[in-house]
């Protein structure tokens, strides 16, 4: 019995060399604290450089936000000289300026229908980009007579048309873009199936209808048709695409509406 006590109460020997395992729960806490002594670390780094930046940007001085450029789309355009003013300076043109009094008219040296259309009526509707005298004047009123006095003769020459009027139109300016409408209207009314024959030509013509047709410009009295009025930019426009609706077929809608969405049908 006495042998038997001696043996439990005889402590243990410690073997060297020899650690205690470590438990789970330990690695687990070493692992947390870690990890959490890792993330307090970021935490300083990252509020310590937020506050560097901010310092740095209330140090500058911010530059004021510029104004967006602007397009410039209705500015108008510089204007080139023409043919027109070539020829007459040259005395190429068969026409004079008449004065009867204090009244200017255009005196014609020939018989209009002797003319070739295909090579005068473009040059005259190349002058209506003129704004000095006596061009002005001229190219005016020497277009109105040939296409007076042209009847069927004019609808050849609209293929030789379309790049003068549209060069005309890309001036931007309003008092040429009233005087080409108008001369425009009067081609489609006093020409048979001119409005017919323009409507292939619409893209190039009706680019700048859809930018000017809802600006209120004032043009003034472009053309004096037995009275004096003036005329709204916008509402000139519409007027002449009615013109060209009414005698462009029934092909015509379809193309101002492809060209001026905005645009509605006068026709009932």
């Given amino acids: 019995m006495d042998r038997r006590r001696a043996e439990t109460k005889a402590p243990a020997k410690k073997v060297p060399g020899k650690a205690k395992p470590e438990t789970k729960s330990s690695n687990k806490e070493d692992q947390f604290s870690r990890a959490s002594g890792r993330l307090k670390e970021l935490q300083k780094n990252t509020v310590s450089s937020a506050s560097r930046v901010k310092a740095a ?36 043109l068969p026409l004079r300026i008449n004065f009867n009094g204090a009244v200017r008219k255009v005196q014609w040296q020939v ?62 300016q309003p008092q040429i873009l009233c005087t080409q409408m108008k001369v425009l209207q009067k081609l489609v009314l006093l020409c048979p199936y001119a409005g017919e024959a323009l409507v292939p030509y619409y893209r190039q013509l009706l680019t700048i209808f859809n ?47 492809y060209m001026i969405p905005t645009y509605e049908s006068c026709v009932i």
Wanted: proline fraction near 6%.
């Fill in 57 to 92: 940007a209330s140090n500058q001085s911010v530059a004021p936000k510029s104004p967006p450029k602007s397009t410039n789309a209705y500015k108008a355009r510089p204007i080139e000289k023409t043919k027109f003013r070539y020829f007459y300076d040259r005395g190429d």
């Fill in 111 to 172: 018989d209009i229908t002797t003319l070739d259309y295909t090579h005068y009526l473009p040059l005259f509707i190349e002058g209506l980009r003129e704004l000095d005298e006596p061009y002005k004047f001229l190219a005016l009123n020497g277009t109105l007579d040939l296409l007076e006095k042209g009847g069927d003769r004019s609808l050849t020459s609209i293929p030789h048309l379309i790049l003068p009027m549209k060069q005309n139109l890309m001036t931007r």
């Fill in 211 to 257: 930018l000017f047709i809802t600006k209120r410009v004032n043009c003034g009295d472009a053309i004096d048709y037995g009275q004096q009025r003036n005329d709204n930019l916008g509402d000139l426009i519409t007027e002449t695409l009615y013109i060209l609706e009414r005698h462009g077929g029934e092909d015509a809608f379809v193309n101002i509406k």
